[in-house]
């Protein structure tokens, strides 16, 4: 099996609704987090076959989420969530390989990126830096340089 480069945009075009839908469980899951924070002041939209939605409480929100890491952006499915819009933009290419790693595993990507980590973890490596996934979107994406994207502080 080859890569996407690989593909003839024909065949890309005709297997997007499958890519789509096969990734729709947790794109479903990014829209339930999505909608309310636009309701609370996120800004949402599409880029290419992937909607993107940053800043409101999304910062707030993320920095709740269990991880030693600070997380600036998580991808669910086709539904890419930031803190803000220069995180977005730094990470966009290695947020775009998570997509693309939804599209091939569909519903299997969550146990799949868990078990990994899990894995990683118990070998006393770092569960996330470790992660095979992580490493693929670091190697394709490019690196992560710290900066503007760095989550705010979280106003009291």
């Given amino acids: 099996m080859g890569s996407s480069s690989f593909r003839s945009p024909r065949l890309s075009r005709l297997s997007l609704p499958v890519r789509v839908l096969w990734a729709l469980p947790y794109s479903l899951l990014g829209l339930l987090i999505a909608l309310p924070a636009c309701a609370l002041g996120a800004r949402l939209r599409r880029h290419d076959h992937t909607l993107e939605c ?9 920095q709740r989420l269990p991880n030693r890491h600070r997380i600036v952006a998580i991808t669910l499915g086709h539904v890419v969530l930031a803190v803000n819009s220069s995180a977005m933009q730094q990470l966009r290419a290695h947020e775009r390989v998570h997509v693309q790693q939804y599209e091939r595993w569909g519903p299997f990507f969550g146990p799949a990126y868990v078990l990994e980590s899990l894995w990683q973890a118990l070998h006393g490596r770092d569960a996330y830096r470790a992660n095979r996934f992580e490493q693929e979107a670091y190697a394709k994406g490019g690196p992560f340089t ?5 989550m705010p502080a979280a106003s009291s």
């Fill in 146 to 150: 710290p900066g503007p994207a760095r």
């Fill in 54 to 62: 940053t800043g409101g409480r999304l910062p707030r929100w993320m």
